[in-house]
């Protein structure tokens, strides 16, 4: 069965921090896998996008990184800023189980920064 | 262009009322999705569209009824509907790699 686990649920840290988002998934065989930002009520940005042949990505603050053997993604912020406060959603499309592009999201890692 | 756009951004109805949310792209991707998220859960998929043609039914309830008009456009048509349905209503599109998301509708059923 396809999961996919984001921890922690929630996280509040000071404007300045850096800091490490962590994605984890049940089945090494993915597809590619996607990392959004959620305000609230509002739809999906995506923020990222690590094919399964990559091992990173990068833009601007923001640096994802990949580990397929392991299961897990990280989501680093650089220099965190209160504009950065959201959920961060991780989505991944597996290999298998995964016609015609469906994500399987994980719950979410709601941030805060505070000035 | 990167957008994918949703109409109404709000919409309150009834139980007994019929109405329609409406969804469009047009950076020519062939895959279309609904998805339903309620407050603090991650987006739940309800259908997907390849080719205007219905691949994916999530045994979502009869009540929701999709519709692709062409390949910029989907619909998703609403009857009956109960309180438990109010949610956000989002919807997205690829080109098998990146999905895009729209902004959403919210939905209020009384």
């Known amino acids: 069965k396809q999961e996919v686990t984001q921890i922690p649920a929630a996280l509040s840290v000071p404007e300045g921090e850096n800091l490490v988002l962590n994605c984890s998934f049940t089945d090494s065989a993915i597809y590619n896998l996607q990392w959004f930002r959620q305000d609230p009520g509002k739809g999906l940005t995506s923020l990222l996008l690590?094919?399964?042949?990559?091992r990173e990505q990068t833009s601007g603050r923001l640096n994802a990184s990949l580990d397929k053997s392991s299961g897990r993604s990280t989501l680093y912020i650089a220099a965190s800023q209160p504009g950065d406060s959201a959920t961060y959603l991780c989505a991944v499309r597996f290999t298998r189980g995964s016609t015609l592009g469906r994500l399987y999201f994980g719950r979410g890692t709601q941030l805060t920064v505070w000035p | 262009d990167t957008e994918v756009t949703q109409t109404p951004k709000h919409l309150v109805m009834g139980m007994t009322n019929k109405k329609s949310l409406k969804c469009e792209q047009h950076m020519g991707h062939r895959a279309m999705y609904w998805y339903k998220q309620k407050a603090k859960k991650p987006p739940e998929l309800m259908f997907v569209?390849?080719?205007?043609?219905?691949?994916i039914n999530e045994s979502v309830p009869s009540r929701f009824s999709p519709e692709c008009p062409n390949s910029s456009l989907l619909n998703l048509h609403l009857h009956a509907l109960q309180p438990e349905d109010s949610a956000l209503y989002l919807c997205?599109?690829?080109?098998?790699?990146?999905?895009?998301f729209g902004p959403g509708t919210r939905l209020t059923v009384l």
């Open positions: 690590i094919q399964s042949s990559q």
């Open positions: 569209y390849s080719y205007e043609k219905l691949s």
């Open positions: 997205a599109s690829s080109q098998y790699n990146e999905q895009f």
